[in-house]
């Protein structure tokens, strides 16, 4: 992988620790939604299947009691991501940005000789982010995009350019409107997570850059 991606991505990691944390207004005017992103349902049996496939992969793994531990609140997790996932997609589109099947397959390959093939791939992502198996692809193409957001943006690892691309997310989040339901807790723009979850790029970029599949 280049490093001029990983260098792009890596700037994601620092960006909203410093963020105010505020309220916001969750509805029950959606029933049978978990949240509603852009006028677009996210259906609480979407949210379900996939903490249903993270615990089948967990529950299948040597050291599944230890990871289901860690990933206790694993409802809001998957919602923080599933809600970020179409932040990302609106910044992207409204740049022009794109990601094709043959990039995300090429930096999931890249990413999985690091590991031993793709059982490797799976394994840590399963352990280090709670992603099962059939998410990756979706995982890979978030950081396809993030990282030629970063590219197309100027974004440098500096104070200044995590602001820019903090605003620029922050943005993009109002502007798509997010009604979250109650039971999941309220989406804060300025942080783009929900409440106190872990937002997704820390997740994924505050561990080692080699472990994490990076734009291709």
């Not at 677009?40 to 990871?67: C, N, W, Y």
């Not at 609140?73 to 589109?93: P, T």
């Not at 500096?158 to 409107?177: D, I, V």
Request: glycine share 10%.
């Amino acid at each position: 992988m280049h490093r001029r991606r990983r260098t792009a991505l890596s700037v994601s990691a620092a960006l909203v620790a410093a963020a105010p944390l505020l309220s916001a207004c969750g509805s029950d005017a959606h029933p049978g939604a978990a949240a509603v992103v852009g006028g677009q349902r996210i259906e609480t049996t979407a949210l379900q299947a996939q903490v249903r496939d993270v615990r089948t992969a967990q529950e299948a793994s040597p050291q599944g009691d230890q990871l289901i531990r860690a990933t206790g609140d694993l409802s809001r997790e998957k919602l923080n991501g599933m809600i970020f996932d179409r932040v990302v997609e609106k910044v992207a589109a409204d740049a022009g940005i794109t990601a094709s099947r043959k990039e995300v397959q090429r930096t999931r390959s890249d990413a999985a000789r690091q590991y031993g093939g793709d059982r490797g791939l799976a394994e840590m992502l399963l352990r280090q982010q709670g992603t099962a198996p059939g998410e990756i692809d979706g995982l890979v193409r978030r950081n396809v995009l993030m990282n030629k957001i970063a590219e197309r943006y100027g974004v440098t690892n500096t104070p200044e350019g995590q602001e820019k691309l903090t605003k620029l997310f922050g943005a993009a989040s109002k502007e798509l409107g997010v009604d979250v339901n109650p039971r999941y807790g309220t989406w804060d723009h300025d942080r783009i997570q929900l409440g106190e979850q872990q937002a997704p790029w820390l997740r994924q970029v505050s561990q080692d850059p080699a472990a994490v599949p990076a734009g291709g």
